[in-house]
């Protein structure tokens, strides 16, 4: 939680200075790409600690506080990031953002998906070969045993 806010925070740094010095919004897009990320897996761990069996049966987490506090300033420094685009930016920058936000989190979901998909395929292939060689193993035992039951071997 703490490397995703520190992540959060860089970024936050590099991106509200380059507005406010006048830079587009395309020179910090691999920062913006970072402020996303942060935030997102820090979402996604709270999500991952809510629907965790273990959780619920363990109660709550003493760091629920933080996560808490931490994804509150995020949602103040990304308050604080529209009101720059705004003020900084060029017209319709705000706008571009959002947009540029939302692409960039549907890349990410995409490229999951197809981790995942590239992950199950692996998975699928290892269980076929080796499903493959317990099948000849078993097939050559079988034979040397039909060999020496018959007194060939």
Do not use: P
């Not at 970024?11 to 509200?16: C, I, Q, R, W, Y």
């Not at 897996?41 to 965790?52: E, I, V």
């Not at 936000?101 to 292939?125: G, P, S």
Request: positive net charge.
């Amino acid at each position: 939680m703490i490397a995703e806010l520190a992540a959060f925070n860089v970024a936050f740094g590099v991106v509200k200075s380059a507005i406010s010095n006048g830079k587009d919004i395309v020179d910090c897009a691999k920062h913006i790409g970072d402020m996303i990320g942060a935030q997102e897996q820090l979402q996604a761990r709270g999500n991952r600690k809510k629907n965790s069996m273990w959780s619920a049966l363990a109660g709550k987490d003493t760091n629920d506080f933080e996560e808490f506090m931490a994804l509150e300033k995020i949602k103040a420094q990304r308050k604080e990031l529209m009101q720059a685009l705004q003020l900084y930016g060029r017209s319709g920058m705000k706008d571009d953002f959002l947009k540029f936000e939302v692409e960039a989190r549907k890349q990410r979901r995409a490229d999951a998906i197809a981790a995942e998909q590239r992950k199950q395929t692996l998975l699928e292939w290892m269980i076929g070969i080796i499903t493959f060689i317990v099948m000849l193993v078993g097939f050559a035992a079988g034979m040397y045993f039909v060999g020496k039951a018959q007194g060939k071997w």
